[in-house]
């Protein structure tokens, strides 16, 4: 979105990336993040949007291209630097309709995927409310989206409140209510304003503009 470029630098090696996530540089997790960066180069994705007059669906492969670190020989990188190159359909979906996420937040929820869906999903949603009463949600809509495989209604609502509460805590500016049978969604500011993006990583000075 900053550089208007499909073409992302990804880092110069597969340890400056697992560093900067704050990952262990181990043998296994070499293994394992080559494993999803093959699944991510892969994949296909239907996306659905809703435009002021009009739905959306895209379908489109995210990544055309994906050069980077594949091997490991237990002492340094085999490929760099590390690029990935979007897809054209996937990239002018981006600008016209992404919403900018802290990297911070993703810092400070990474452990929990749960509250990294809602706080991805509200970061998307809460922007576009434009009712001045809100956006209903009922407890059995949310199970739907976001916790198919809890087999207890109940146990699905307590992760997902406590999820909830560590979203707000980084995203302080969302405002939600919960009321009887579900939660109410009010227009929020996105987390990051159009105005600025923020590049900061962990232990890293800020960067805006």
């Known amino acids: 979105m900053r550089t208007r470029s499909r073409t992302v630098e990804v880092g110069e090696s597969i340890a400056e990336f697992l560093r900067l996530l704050d990952l262990p540089t181990t043998g296994a997790a070499y293994g394992e993040m080559k494993r999803q960066i093959e699944r991510l180069a892969a994949c296909n994705m239907m996306l659905g949007m809703s435009a002021p007059s009009r739905d959306v669906t895209v379908s ?3 990544i055309e291209r994906f050069e980077a670190w594949l091997q490991y020989d237990g002492r340094q990188r085999s490929m760099w630097p590390g690029v990935l190159e979007l897809s054209q359909p996937f990239f002018e979906t981006l600008l016209s309709h992404a919403v900018p996420l802290d990297p ?6 990474k452990k929990s995927a749960l ?5 991805s999903w509200l970061a998307h949603r809460l922007c576009r409310v434009r009712k001045p009463v809100g956006i209903k949600l009922s407890w059995s809509n949310l199970r739907q989206q976001f916790g198919q495989e809890y087999a207890c209604s109940k146990d699905f609502k307590k992760e997902f409140r406590a999820a909830l509460l560590k979203v707000r805590l980084v995203y302080p500016h969302a405002r939600i209510d919960e009321e009887m049978g579900g939660i109410r969604l009010y227009s929020s ?3 990051v304003p159009k105005s600025q993006v923020v590049v900061q990583l962990p232990g890293k000075t800020a960067i805006s503009g």
Not at 115 to 119: F, M, P
């Open 104 to 109: 911070r937040a993703i810092h400070a929820l």
């Open 115 to 119: 509250a990294l869906d809602v706080y």
């Open 189 to 191: 500011p996105a987390p």
């Open 60 to 62: 489109a492969k995210p």
